[in-house]
């Protein structure tokens, strides 16, 4: 997600990206998922397509009627992880606002769903509370991820890496599957 947004895509293209992510993780609370490694880089975007794909689900648990704070907390660590260079504050509200309208679409709960400058001040808040740790500012501010795209490389019959390098030969090997 990170090098997507960094990247220079159209304003529609980017806003497309945000509306999928945001109805992705607006069903994904509204199932009960709690996603405690929500970052940028567990987020992967197609870039032809545009469809976003969540990654890393190790430490996530299921909550029945996950709490609006959860929530709050989850998208606070992808807010966090992500440079406002990549995301303007109004880019950002949009896609509060299209989360929310899309977890309004997912449940029966209207009146429960909280204001958008309330919950966008939680979110806020806890990000600032984030950003005081080490490896929150290491995951928004690394340049790595961001001057560089990444590519799938086949390392064996089972696993695919992900890396910044393509060397030849590993597209050979890619070519021959």
Known sequence: LKTYLAENHSRSQKKEVLKALACSLARMHTLGFCHPDLYSKHVLVNPESRKVFILDWQRSVRIQDLPWVVRCENLARLHATIEETSLSNLERLAF??????????????????????????????????????????????????????????????????????????????????
């Open 96 to 177: 509060l606002s299209c989360y929310l309208e899309a977890t309004s679409q997912y449940c029966s709960f209207h009146n429960s769903v909280p204001l958008m400058g309330v919950m966008a001040l939680t979110i806020e808040k806890e990000c600032q509370r984030l950003l005081k740790k080490r490896h929150i500012r290491e995951k928004r501010y690394s340049s790595s991820s961001t001057t560089q795209a990444q590519n799938w490389i086949y390392q064996d019959r089972d696993h695919f890496v992900i890396t910044s390098s393509w060397d030849s030969q590993d597209k050979i090997i890619l070519d021959e599957l």
